[in-house]
């Protein structure tokens, strides 16, 4: 499978992942006055505001697309550099194709939290994903930031209940859960 494949979203958990995980917000100062530090970021228009609004967050995962769609040149600049310089300390790059969870992003999500930097992942694919797999490897009361949309942006903050539904959607996808833990380096 490309990109080694662990999980794949069943079409039944779709329209349950449209519910945000959190509260949402429109303005990118009120969520960095509610968040936690650590901050993960998902998504190029989530990461955009935040930097906009003066915060690199620790980890951020972009794909150069929102909604399906290119993103727009100044938002690719601002996040990913257009190679050119970046807020982030650090780069990596992963291929996680849409609706899966790779182990190739497992481990470069892992190994960005781990890091002492700020890390950049670039996807080769999709991200929105991700968000899952961070909750659950992020330290307790850091935040995941994504974008809902049409919304805004969603702050999960990580502890044993948003983990625990974190950890449930992930069980319910198809393929190996316990290879998605490895991956993460989860206990």
Do not use: C, W
Request: aromatic share 2%; no cysteine; net charge negative.
């Amino acid at each position: 499978m490309p990109g080694d494949v662990v999980l794949e979203l069943p079409v039944d958990l779709r329209s349950e992942l449209k519910t945000p995980l959190g509260p949402v917000y429109t303005d990118a100062e009120r969520l960095l006055a509610d968040a936690t530090t650590p901050i993960v970021a998902v998504g190029d228009i989530v990461t955009y505001h935040l930097l906009e609004a003066g915060h690199t967050p620790a980890v951020a995962l972009v794909d150069e697309r929102t909604e399906r769609e290119t993103v727009e040149q100044d938002v690719k600049a601002a996040v990913v550099g257009d190679n050119g310089p970046t807020a982030f300390d650090s780069r990596h790059t992963a291929t996680n194709p849409a609706g899966t969870l790779t182990a190739d992003l497992l481990s470069t999500l892992r190994r960005a939290i781990d890091a002492d930097e700020s890390t950049l992942v670039v996807v080769d694919g999709e991200e929105d994903l991700a968000t899952l797999p961070a909750i659950l490897a992020v330290p307790d009361g850091a935040s995941v930031v994504y974008g809902q949309p049409g919304e805004g942006m969603v702050l999960v903050t990580a502890g044993p209940e948003t983990r625990d539904h974190a950890r449930s959607l992930l069980e319910r996808m198809h393929g190996e859960y316990g290879r998605a833990r490895d991956a993460l380096a989860l206990r």
